[in-house]
T-cell receptor, first 111, second 112 residues
Framework: KAGVTQTPRYLIKTRGQQVTLSCSPI?????VSWYQQTPGQGLQFLFE???????NKGNFPGRFSGRQFSNSRSEMNVSTLELGDSALYLC??????????FGPGTRLTVT | DQQVKQNSPSLSVQEGRISILNCDYT??????FLWYKKYPAEGPTFLIS?????DKNEDGRFTVFLNKSAKHLSLHIVPSQPGDSAVYFC???????????FGAGTRLFVKA
């Protein structure tokens, strides 16, 4: 089986812009979660989708949003980018929310 | 409010010796715990897990211990190998694992 894929791998944006990140889960996985990783902060949970519905949400501002499509692919959007949004964004898929399989991440740099 | 804490940012161990990585949690409702390993430029990979009904789970060189009364778990790697050098994340979740909380990670250095 192919693993979790994320596009793009690297992205540079300027403050105020918006960005959309994409994640394709492992075939058959219906749960997709998004995390933000910054140095010293570990993986901060953004949100989790299952069958096109957001089931859980972390403590991030409304500028962070996501969605899931009928084929389980997911997108994450960040509007009005701030310098502090620079991070590695990781997507993970799972069958029933147990062990998660992570993609390689998208490295976002906001200048 | 950090519900999952890894208080040691880094750990250095000699090859062949035991590596012990520690993790504390605050929410007694967590009932499933996991360890992930992360190499640079890659996403984390699942290593080993333990349910709250157990106090030990073993998989080859990796053993996870859970002490529910102390809200503490640890990962033992024996013997440690240079290829084990990575960042290790502890994670905890509620039933069904719909929302998983990760610790900040511990960077393990295994010296040859």
């Amino acid at each position: 089986k192919a693993g979790v894929t994320q596009t793009p791998r690297y992205l540079i944006k300027t403050r105020g812009q918006q960005v959309t990140l994409s994640c394709s889960p492992i075939s058959g996985h219906r749960s997709v979660s998004w995390y933000q990783q910054t140095p010293g902060q570990g993986l901060q949970f953004l949100f989790e989708y299952f069958s096109e519905t957001q089931r859980n949400k972390g403590n991030f501002p409304g500028r962070f949003s996501g969605r899931q499509f009928s084929n389980s692919r997911s997108e994450m959007n960040v509007s009005t980018l701030e310098l502090g949004d620079s991070a590695l964004y990781l997507c993970a898929s799972s069958l029933q929310g147990s062990e998660q399989y992570f993609g390689p991440g998208t490295r976002l740099t906001v200048t | 409010d950090q519900q999952v804490k890894q208080n040691s940012p880094s750990l250095s161990v000699q090859e062949g010796r035991i590596s012990i990585l520690n993790c504390d949690y605050t929410n007694s409702m967590f009932d499933y715990f996991l360890w992930y390993k992360k190499y640079p430029a890659e996403g984390p990979t699942f290593l080993i897990s333990i349910s709250s009904i157990k106090d030990k789970n073993e998989d080859g060189r990796f053993t996870v211990f859970l002490n529910k009364s102390a809200k503490h778990l640890s990962l033992h790697i024996v013997p440690s190998q240079p290829g084990d050098s990575a960042v290790y994340f502890c994670a905890a979740s509620l039933s069904g694992g719909f929302k998983t909380i990760f610790g900040a990670g511990t960077r393990l250095f295994v010296k040859a």
